[in-house]
């Protein structure tokens, strides 16, 4: 990072990241052009975990090249009067991959968990009557950068 005095601590940089409601996952086709997709996830502090359909661009993506970049932004506020803007962020990058089994499953119920929490027993019906119509990828972060602005 650049700027390290705006460098968030390791252990705000996992916080965010579980916390966070949604992140943009950024792939690359086989032509090199660039795709940015807001998606819900899951982090279990090695890994992120995010559901798809069957086929789609982000998996065509990632079949191609499973490099890929997540990016989460917490709070933010902005100053107008200062042309500025206070924020916290989360950047990953890693290699994706399609997950089957167990790990799918379990994936699935920590996305539950974190999104659904009143609504366990449904949700596990929702996931085997579903699992058939439903992919899951695995992130294996290789690096994660915390940034954040002053006060935010």
Do not use: W
């Not at 968030?8 to 940015?36: F, I, M, N, R, W």
């Not at 990016?71 to 990058?93: D, H, M, N, Q, W």
């Amino acid at each position: 990072m650049r700027r390290s005095d705006k460098a968030l601590p390791d252990d705000a940089t996992v916080s965010l990241l579980q916390a966070g409601e949604y992140g943009v996952l950024s792939t690359v086709d086989g032509e090199g052009q660039p795709y940015g997709v807001p998606l819900n996830y899951s982090f279990d502090g090695e890994r992120l975990y995010f559901h798809c359909a069957l086929k789609g661009h982000k998996l065509d993506n990632i079949l191609a090249n499973n490099k890929v970049s997540f990016c989460v932004v917490g709070r933010t506020k902005l100053l107008p009067a200062e042309f500025s803007t206070e924020y916290e962020s989360v950047i990953v990058t890693g290699s994706a991959s399609v997950v089957q089994g167990d790990e799918k499953y379990q994936a699935l119920v920590s996305l539950l968990e974190k999104y659904s929490a009143d609504f366990i027993d449904e949700g596990r019906d929702y996931i085997v009557k579903l699992d058939s119509r439903t992919k899951v990828v695995r992130v294996d972060v290789d690096s994660m950068t915390g940034k954040i602005s002053p006060a935010a």
